[in-house]
């Protein structure tokens, strides 16, 4: 595959990952977690057509305790 056509094959993959991130960025700041190193690993995606976020801990700590605490309010 070319450049230009893998570049179009993965378009929407591409527009996938950045508007995740950006859910995710929006999410985090509203629990005062604001990650200057959360991206999306662009130049992996170039090479495997597969887009991932770079974490850390503390995002997914965050994550983990919203999803406990909506389980414990909404599932009763």
Known sequence: MTG??????????RR???AV?????TVLA???VHLP???VDWD???LT???LLHLTARPLDLLRKGLRYER???DD
Do not use: K, M, V
Request: charged share 25%; hydrophobic share 35%.
């Open 30 to 32: 509203l629990g005062r």
């Open 4 to 13: 230009s056509t893998l570049s179009r094959a993965t378009a929407e993959q």
């Open 21 to 25: 991130l950006d859910d995710l960025t």
């Open 72 to 74: 414990l309010t909404f």
């Open 49 to 51: 057509c597969e887009y």
């Open 37 to 39: 190193a959360l991206e």
């Open 44 to 46: 992996t995606g170039r």
């Open 16 to 18: 996938q990952a950045a």
